[in-house]
């Protein structure tokens, strides 16, 4: 019952906001004006006083704080685009949405279907890049903001109806984005079976099966054994955010490439990548701590390209089972964060609470792997009663190594 007020609601909501009263009204707000829950309050007040109705108000205020969430995935287009709460939740970053693109493109493709368009990123990008796009949604009220989102491109149509179902006649590119989760009493819980995805990842096989060219969004969890054999599965790294994993089947696919990390941050895009599937991967060297520890992109540790990634720059693992990989250099590579080791410590906590204070240390950070603790809790306990005059700040690295636990004293690079 829960879920099904929720969703009145969210219709109830959508209603006012078309309506010419709310239109006219959402154009006169500026997403900025509710950037806090005090400001939104403001103009709620502000707009009530002009005489407008309330349930209008609501709607507008809501999009409009949708709006302003929506500026880290869109920049300023979020202000021109209508959303819905998980609609832009679960929508691609703009950015990546071009990358998607442009594969499509590069493979000559010319009408692309977006099964699960949400609220129509994808088909936006698929859309900018000149190409005919079929928008396939199954919610009805995200349906219409994609209609509303893709007004500006006559080659593009939003279809209301189940990815399964739709007739793909005439297309020659299909790109899927399939829902990951599912709500249970009212609330969302995520998904990690791809056969309990909607649709399944066994229809996308279907789909390649069939001839098409394929492309499909999947969580950065994918596990390796499912992927289907011959796709091309590529992490994509936002600025330290690993948002997701994308099978490419077909001509979509590169050739050359079995699995690939793409790295995004202030430099650009940078990609390590491997003719060769986790299974045939050469074992990653293994050897003591050397003056500098490195912690591998997220990306570089989902697609399992550690080793690639030390065959070009050296160095080696910590530990076979812990991504963190050490060097006698000081490396520059953007699919690793590099520290300098300053001093390796037993992982104890009365000894580490007796370094804290000894050493005047006033803030923490630690990160850790194979390690078994919260480091919330560990950071508690390490700084309780560390006097107010301790201003030093220190970084330890917590890892295991062996059969051992050290906590390693570091300095970012």
Not at 276 to 296: F, I, R, S
Not at 321 to 333: C, K
Not at 344 to 370: A, Q
Request: hydrophobic share 45%.
């Amino acid at each position: 019952m829960a879920q099904a007020s929720n969703d009145s609601t969210l219709n109830d909501q959508f209603a006012a906001l078309l309506s010419p009263e709310g239109w006219t009204l959402l154009a006169t707000v500026d997403p900025s004006m509710v950037a806090t829950k005090d400001a939104a309050w403001s103009l709620n007040e502000k707009l009530r006083k002009e005489g407008h109705d309330a349930q209008v108000v609501r709607a507008v205020i809501s999009q409009a704080e949708l709006r302003f969430r929506g500026r880290v995935k869109f920049g300023p287009f979020a202000d021109t685009l209508i959303f819905t709460p998980a609609g832009l939740e679960q929508a691609t970053r703009l950015m990546i949405a071009g990358l998607h693109a442009r594969r499509f493109v590069q493979a000559g493709s010319t009408h692309v279907a977006d099964l699960g368009c949400g609220i129509g990123a994808d088909s936006i990008a698929l859309a900018s890049a000149g190409l005919k796009v079929t928008a396939v949604e199954q919610d009805e009220t995200t349906a219409a903001a994609t209609t509303l989102n893709l007004m500006p491109f006559e080659e593009a149509r939003v279809v209301h109806g189940s990815a399964e179902d739709v007739d793909l006649t005439g297309i020659d590119g299909v790109w899927l984005d399939p829902a990951r989760r599912t709500d249970v009493a009212g609330s969302t819980r995520r998904l990690f079976d791809p056969e309990a995805f909607s649709p399944p990842l066994s229809f996308v096989e279907k789909l390649v099966d069939s001839g098409l060219d394929v492309g499909v969004k999947l969580g950065p969890g994918l596990p390796h054994e499912a992927i289907p054999h011959g796709a091309e599965a590529v992490w994509i790294s936002d600025h330290g955010s690993v948002v997701e994993a994308g099978l490419w089947f077909g001509k979509l696919k590169r050739p050359d490439v079995a699995r690939a990390a793409l790295v995004i941050d202030k430099t650009g895009a940078h990609e390590l990548t491997s003719e060769l599937t986790v299974n045939q991967d050469p074992l990653a060297p293994v050897g003591e701590l050397q003056a500098h520890l490195y912690e591998p992109d997220g990306a570089v540790i989902r697609s399992h390209l550690i080793s690639t990634l030390l065959e070009s720059t050296g160095g080696h693992l910590l530990d076979e089972h812990i991504a963190y990989f050490t060097h006698a250099e000081h490396l520059e590579t953007p699919f690793a964060r590099g520290f300098k080791v300053l001093e390796v410590h037993d992982y104890n906590v009365k000894k580490l609470k007796s370094w804290v204070k000894t050493n005047g240390i006033g803030s923490l950070d630690i990160k850790k792997r194979g390690v078994d603790v919260l480091p919330e809790e560990l950071r508690r306990i390490l700084l309780a009663g560390a006097p107010k005059s301790a201003k030093k700040h220190a970084t330890l690295i917590l890892a295991r190594v062996g059969q051992n636990r050290v906590a390693v004293e570091v300095e970012p690079h």
